[in-house]
């Protein structure tokens, strides 16, 4: 049976004139169709406050996968909002860091992407650049491309000694950008595994090497660069898949 690869969502609010306000649960087609494509079962995992659902949800998988989406509250490290704070979403912050916390418990392999990433840090205890251009200690380069999403935009640098260079096969990459926050002070038991050329962080991972996190977006690069797909390739079929058979 396909390992199968739980997927937090994200509230949707929109205004009609028939509904008023209303709020959907949505999770990115190209997301479920890189799990699918790799060899997964896409779990999507609705945003539930009671912890004993989340942990029959997280019981379910063989792996968790934390998609890009809103900034990340500044509560939640400690800071008050900078003035470039976008929206965020508290309610989803709590929801995916409990989902992450029930995963390090269980050593379950876990993939964050974009905000994925920056919430992996933070339930881990580290701190965000809450607007690169405004906080940032150094000139930046540009980390919100303005046009095709399916396009590397800038090189990343991988860490030779990394599990993302074993898995990506080089130590020059490069990528498409869309985030204006990044990981600044690290969280526990996590190093860096890829930079910028402005030294911002682009991927982290786990000491034990359950836990990747990436900047970039993979899933709208797996039909034109093979070592994207090798990410999604790498996290089912070897990391999932050795955590469904030592379940």
Same mark, same amino acid.
């Given at each position: 049976? /396909?390992?199968?690869?739980?997927?937090?969502?994200?509230?949707?609010? @929109?205004?009609?004139?028939? @509904?008023?306000? *209303?709020?959907?649960? +949505?999770?990115?087609? *190209?997301?479920?169709?890189?799990?699918?494509?790799?060899?997964?079962? $896409?779990? $999507?995992?609705?945003?539930?406050?009671? $912890?004993?659902?989340?942990?029959?949800?997280?019981?379910?998988?063989?792996?968790?996968?934390?998609?890009?989406? /809103?900034?990340?509250?500044?509560?939640?490290?400690?800071?008050? $909002?900078?003035?470039?704070?976008?929206?965020?979403?508290?309610? =989803?912050?709590?929801?995916?860091?409990?989902?992450?916390?029930?995963?390090?418990? +269980?050593?379950?392999?876990?993939?964050?992407?974009?905000?994925?990433?920056?919430?992996?840090?933070?339930?881990? #205890?580290?701190?965000?650049?809450?607007?690169?251009?405004?906080?940032?200690?150094?000139?930046?380069?540009?980390?919100?491309?303005?046009?095709?999403?399916?396009?590397?935009?800038?090189?990343?640098k991988v860490e030779k000694n990394s599990l993302l260079y074993e898995i990506l096969g080089?130590?020059?990459?490069?990528?498409?950008? =869309?985030?204006? !926050?990044?990981?600044?002070?690290? #969280?526990?038991?996590?190093?860096?595994? /890829?930079?910028?050329?402005? #030294?911002i962080i682009e991927a982290i991972e786990s000491t034990d090497k359950t836990v990747i #996190?990436?900047?970039?977006?993979?899933?709208?690069?797996?039909?034109?660069?093979?070592?994207?797909?090798?990410? @999604?390739?790498? @996290?089912? !079929?070897?990391?999932?898949?050795?955590?469904?058979? *030592?379940?």
């Amino acid at each position: 049976m /396909a390992p199968i690869i739980g997927i937090s969502g994200a509230y949707l609010v @929109f205004t009609s004139e028939l @509904f008023h306000s *209303s709020e959907s649960y +949505r999770i990115n087609k *190209s997301y479920l169709e890189a799990v699918k494509e790799n060899g997964g079962l $896409p779990l $999507p995992i609705p945003i539930l406050e009671d $912890p004993e659902h989340l942990k029959t949800y997280i019981d379910m998988c063989d792996a968790l996968l934390i998609p890009g989406g /809103a900034d990340v509250d500044p509560m939640y490290f400690d800071e008050d $909002p900078h003035q470039k704070l976008g929206v965020v979403q508290p309610d =989803m912050d709590k929801y995916e860091i409990a989902l992450l916390n029930l995963a390090f418990e +269980r050593k379950m392999p876990v993939l964050g992407i974009c905000r994925g990433e920056q919430v992996i840090n933070v339930a881990k #205890g580290g701190t965000l650049y809450q607007d690169i251009s405004a906080t940032y200690e150094k000139e930046s380069i540009l980390h919100q491309q303005r046009y095709r999403t399916n396009i590397a935009l800038h090189k990343i640098k991988v860490e030779k000694n990394s599990l993302l260079y074993e898995i990506l096969g080089s130590e020059d990459v490069r990528t498409n950008t =869309m985030h204006h !926050q990044s990981v600044k002070a690290l #969280g526990k038991d996590l190093v860096v595994s /890829a930079v910028a050329p402005d #030294g911002i962080i682009e991927a982290i991972e786990s000491t034990d090497k359950t836990v990747i #996190g990436v900047q970039w977006h993979p899933e709208l690069l797996i039909h034109t660069q093979s070592e994207m797909n090798n990410l @999604f390739k790498h @996290f089912i !079929q070897k990391m999932a898949m050795d955590y469904k058979k *030592s379940k």
